[in-house]
């Protein structure tokens, strides 16, 4: 099925340092939305992005949803070791609820 | 504030089999949507229901079928497994389709 390209595919951090992931899509999407995945957890939601353009942070957290509508990234800024986990992006279209994911960023940071 | 609840979490099923998994959406939520997550696939689309219709489908056969009940409550159904059936299964319910979806933790599906 499709995909949206996500990378870096894996990140290897130091505590404190900052950390930046995007994705891209041949498609447009009407929303932009950011996951963290724990192991054996499912996604929890971190942030969501409705305007092209847009900029939005959660905390240590900053996305933006890109002016052509086909790309987003995701910020996080001093990382802790909790940011551990997998980071997905994924893509709503107009026509209903389906969301169309990234490959996901593993995110390792050593204390 | 309850958040989704899928039951069981872990199941072990032969090929040949069914099964039927469970999905509880947050309360007030009426879309669910259900996911197919694999190491190979990642996190692919299976259908969503909308007060008790389905509203849009993945690309998978149709041995995969879901349902939803008045109170918003989905339950999906995969007939005849197959080895390559084995994933976790994440449900997800938001307010209506197109906004935030909130998943539940999941059902790991092992096929033996």
């Known amino acids: 099925g499709q995909q949206l390209n996500q990378s870096p595919q894996s990140m290897f951090i130091q505590e404190g340092e900052d950390v930046s992931m995007n994705c891209t899509s041949s498609s447009i999407f009407n929303t932009w939305l950011w996951y963290k995945q724990d192991p054996g957890e499912g996604p929890v939601l971190l942030i969501a992005?409705?305007?092209?353009?847009e900029l939005t942070s959660n905390g240590r957290l900053t996305a933006q949803f890109g002016i052509t509508r086909k790309d987003s990234f995701l910020n996080i800024s001093a990382s802790i070791p909790s940011d551990v986990g997998i980071y997905f992006c994924?893509?709503?279209?107009?026509?209903?609820?389906?969301?169309?994911f990234g490959e996901g960023t593993q995110l390792t940071v050593n204390p | 504030k309850a958040g989704v609840t899928q039951t069981p979490r872990y199941l072990i099923k032969t090929r040949g089999q069914q099964v039927t998994l469970s999905c509880s959406p947050i309360?007030?939520?009426?879309?669910v949507s259900w996911y197919q997550q694999t190491p190979g696939q990642g996190l692919q689309f299976l259908f969503e229901y909308f007060s008790e219709t389905q509203r849009n489908k993945g690309n998978f056969p149709g041995r995969f079928s879901g349902r939803q009940f008045s109170n918003s409550r989905s339950e999906m159904n995969v007939s005849t497994l197959e080895l390559g059936d084995s994933a976790l299964y994440l449900c997800?319910?938001?307010?209506?389709?197109?906004?935030?979806?909130?998943f539940g933790d999941g059902t790991r599906l092992s096929i033996l």
């Open positions: 997800a319910s938001s307010r209506a389709g197109d906004q935030p979806q909130h």
């Open positions: 309360s007030g939520h009426r879309s």
């Open positions: 994924a893509g709503q279209e107009t026509s209903g609820s389906r969301l169309t």
């Open positions: 992005l409705y305007k092209a353009g």
